[in-house]
């Protein structure tokens, strides 16, 4: 299963937001008994498919995000809106960082409710502070209320919404965005370019400041009581 980009092999500095979104994955994969149905709803390239050996594994996708992935991993490409299964299909559902690219996110939820078996549970997550991305097909960022709204809304119950992180974490997480304000050099395409090239000794001095302000910040959330100005929410709603 070839990957564009693995998930699994980010380290928490080089990209702190997914490295929290792959944590509660991790949990949640060690938490599904064995054999269960599991969808990953908005998989991607299944990056996260070697995680459920243990389950019967299920990825679907539109194939429309990112343009470098490898959407042949996938075991269905359709619409979270209109999910081409019956009713009760899954034990559970995985949902990551999603569903702020669907326009209809009342009728995905209520979609992925449909196909929950009864007693099964939805593991979400989104970002709440993040660029827009993967356009034009980003549409919107949650609060937790939001989150917890459109769940119940949709039927499920016993929804628990989370911080992932707190405002220290925020701040680590998108100080590495100060990088993007300079020009690009080109490298990652092979076209090179004069001005982003100039532009190089400034980035690679700022780098290293950059990841040790991060482990500063990182080091000072705890601090952080309140959790509500975080870089993002996961979520556990039951049907």
């Given at each position: 299963m070839k990957l564009k980009e693995d998930f699994l092999a980010r380290s928490k500095l080089r990209d702190i937001g997914r490295w929290h979104i792959t944590q509660f994955v991790k949990q949640v994969a060690d938490l599904l008994p064995e054999g269960g149905r599991l969808l990953d709803a908005g998989a991607g390239e299944c990056a996260y498919k070697s995680l459920f050996s243990r389950q019967r594994y299920v990825g679907i996708d539109a194939a429309i995000g990112d343009a470098r992935w490898n959407h042949h991993n996938l075991?269905?490409?359709?619409?979270?809106?209109?999910?081409?299964?019956?009713?009760?299909?899954?034990?559970?559902?995985?949902?990551?960082?999603?569903?702020?690219h669907v326009a209809r996110p009342e009728e995905t939820l209520a979609e992925l409710f449909r196909v929950l078996k009864p007693g099964g549970c939805l593991f979400l997550t989104t970002p709440f502070a993040h660029e827009e991305h993967q356009i034009p097909h980003d549409y919107f960022r949650y609060t937790s209320y939001a989150l917890h709204s459109i769940c119940t809304g949709a039927g499920f119950s016993e929804v628990r919404v989370e911080s992932s992180g707190g405002l220290f974490t925020r701040m680590a997480y998108e100080l590495p965005s100060v990088?993007?304000?300079?020009?690009?050099?080109?490298?990652?395409?092979?076209?090179?370019?004069?001005?982003?090239?100039i532009w190089l000794p400034v980035k690679a001095l700022l780098l290293p400041i950059i990841r040790m302000a991060q482990l500063v910040l990182l080091g000072l959330d705890r601090f952080d009581r309140r959790r509500i100005y975080p870089f993002g929410w996961k979520a556990i709603a039951r049907k």
């Open positions: 075991d269905v490409i359709g619409r979270l809106d209109n999910l081409p299964f019956a009713n009760d299909s899954f034990d559970a559902i995985l949902c990551t960082e999603t569903l702020e990088l993007s304000a300079f020009p690009e050099a080109g490298w990652k395409s092979g076209q090179w370019k004069l001005r982003g090239v």
